[in-house]
């Protein structure tokens, strides 16, 4: 065997993020459409109440000196990473428009994005208002759209925290692309394209300013890969001002604020009961305050568990919990439309405290030590080794070979290794099987983080003897 096998390895992921403001500005253009005027495909692909991104974000001109279009003269000169060389096409478009590099040129694919945005421009063309009533009539009709929607559809409908197949989260997030996303842009677009019309300093142009800061991290953090640590969450007073100023009846905001944390607070505390008070490792359950119950288990243990209704967990939310508490032992992320961050899992495992979602903490309260810390779903080992198994298709194998999937990276939430094994027969092409690894490699990192890979023959993999028996086919 060649190459040694690793156990142990710090996880990483080298791939290089667009810029948030850089993103925005590119969903902007592109309007949710590859920009490929040939295809024009939706970047978001609707299977059933599941939405699936094929959006890529191309170079135009290509990085170094053999990237695609990288010996344009102008390759030199621009800032590769800036927003006039990013162009957002279809994962198929970007494959074809980089490696027929010669048939697509610099200038064609600078005219697709100018022509491209000129049409969403002219899709979203946003009238011009002069009276101030018929504009926030305009402007409450849509926030009256995304609020009915909440109401039905988000984090703490009924119809998220009382679907146990998680259909009520999958229709959250299509809602959240095909309706909420678009109303907001266009609220945003109706104010700023008509403060002209009105007289400065207009008020309504500054109210909207805060209702933007909040629109603009809740797109990031709907599109991109890039969760913004506690975002700015849904300003009420701007809703409560445009209400106001249309002679509508509205609630205080304090007084809204207060009624959605009293209905949060009973709902979750419905929803724990529902599922904790009688799981078989659960001996009681006892209340200490709004936020936080002890929970004995059966086999001893009491836990200290704090319940948050947090939309994204992240590093930011780990230390506030912490300054309330530091004694907690457990966290539980209530909603099952949000989630925690990567980052601040490792922190949790590290302090040895529990960062789980509600289904996770059912599961995990099962085991003990690093078992319990690092409590991995099944869907989540079948969904990482389905990962593999695509990478590996993607890679194209060459005849008689099998992909092995060992340690952490199947074992544990929190994984801190990918351990990877090809297995092949002999007689084999040498360098097939060296393109071959070279690509699951790259596939790998880019998608999950730094692979470590052995490569075997059948007589050497049939005498390797592994540390933990945990080694499990993914291909094929």
Partial sequence: MRTQL?????????????????????????????????CNKPLFIAVADESVSIANVAHIIGHGTSGPRSDHELAGYIDKEGIT??????????????????????EEMQSWKSTHAGKIRSLFSIPTIRDEKALLAEVNDLLEENAALFRECG?????????LGGDGVKIWKKRCLDTILPNNQRIIA???????????PWDV???????????????DNCLTDQKVNDYKLFPRSFDHFVKTRLGIESKAPEVVAQEELEFRYNTVKTYIER???????????????????LV?????????????????????????VLEVDPAVDVIICSSPAGKYSDSAKHQCVDRGIGLFMLGEFMGAINHKGDQYLNFLLRADRESRLLGIKRIVQESVPPHRVRVFVFGSFIRRKSYRDIDILVVYEEPIDAAKLRLFESSVEQKTRKRYGEPHIGVASEREFAALRLKHDNLTQAYP
């Fill in 205 to 219: 142009y500054r109210k909207m300013l805060e209702y933007k800061i909040h629109a603009d991290a809740f797109q």
């Fill in 296 to 320: 004995e288990l059966r086999d001893g243990r009491t836990l200290k568990v704090f319940v948050t209704n947090t939309y994204y967990f992240t590093d930011y939310t780990l230390d506030r």
């Fill in 190 to 200: 109706l104010i700023e394209s008509n403060k002209q019309n009105f007289t400065y």
């Fill in 6 to 38: 690793s156990t142990a390895c710090l996880m990483s992921n080298t791939r290089k993020s667009v810029p948030l403001n850089t993103a925005r500005q590119l969903w902007a253009q592109c309007g949710g459409f590859c920009q490929n005027p040939n």
């Fill in 85 to 106: 060389n990013l162009i957002m096409l279809c994962l198929e478009c970007h494959k074809v428009v980089d490696e027929l590099e010669k048939v697509f040129s610099v």
């Fill in 275 to 293: 599922f904790l008070s009688d799981h078989s490792a659960i001996a009681t359950l006892q209340e200490l305050n709004r936020g936080t119950m």
């Fill in 155 to 163: 984090p703490y409908s009924a119809n998220v925290l009382g679907g």
